[in-house]
């Protein structure tokens, strides 16, 4: 008798078993996760870069860390973050400037992943950090509805590396009037540096610069542009001293 109570407790411990085989997996699907993916590029030649990042959450605790492959495209891979969150990805490495990007985790009841490429600036004096978006609309100076969401990336480089002093240099639509032309550029990179400074920036680290003649290397086209595609001057943040 007690030989069959034994077997009868082997069968049941086996059914519970059999029906919670991986308690990992049972809570997995209680608490799902999220995958980030993306490429890491140079801000400056646009090329994927290698770079080592840290991943920590808004009390600052490390979560995880991983490398971007250069010759993958760049590419980077984070597992495992819980949505609802908030993250960091950090890079601090000597050949870039420091950077911390924010990283929003939307709540959801199932596994995701997620995509984001982001930009790394290289420590190189002289540098030229190109605005990817046109800040401004054709011949004017205040900033374009929206040009400040954009610019707030730019504007965690500056912070998150207050020993560099940097130049604002702003490029003309056309090359028809000089005259005209330094006026618009020299209130547009004004615009940028006042917007810099209001943010938090020390007005002795920026100064601002706007050009006569249109940029050398991205110059107006000599052909007539497709519908609704007009060109605008570039603007550019110029490492000066390290």
Partial sequence: MKI??????????????????????????????????????????????TVFIVVVDETGKRI????SNSAENGY???????????Y???????????????????????????SKDFLVTPMVQNAKIPLMIPPFELNKSKLRVGAEDFLEDLNSTLTNNPQIKFE???????????????????ERSKTLLNFFITKGIDPTRVSAYGSVTSDPKNPPPTSKKAKGKRYIGPSYIVIKQL
């Fill in 88 to 114: 960091y990805l950090t890079v601090n490495q000597p050949e870039y400037c420091k950077e911390k990007f924010e990283l929003d985790i939307a709540n959801t009841t199932k596994y995701q992943e997620i």
């Fill in 76 to 86: 980077y891979y984070i597992p495992s973050l819980k949505p609802g969150k908030k």
């Fill in 64 to 67: 995880s860390a991983t490398r």
């Fill in 168 to 186: 604002i240099l702003c490029y003309p639509d056309n090359d028809v009037d000089k005259a005209r032309n330094k006026q618009l550029t020299d």
């Fill in 4 to 49: 069959s109570n034994f077997i009868r407790v082997i069968v049941i411990i086996s059914v519970i078993l059999l029906a919670f085989p991986n308690a990992n997996a049972q809570q997995s699907l209680v608490n799902p996760v999220v995958a980030v993916t993306g490429s890491v590029f140079n801000a400056v030649t646009h090329e994927p870069v």
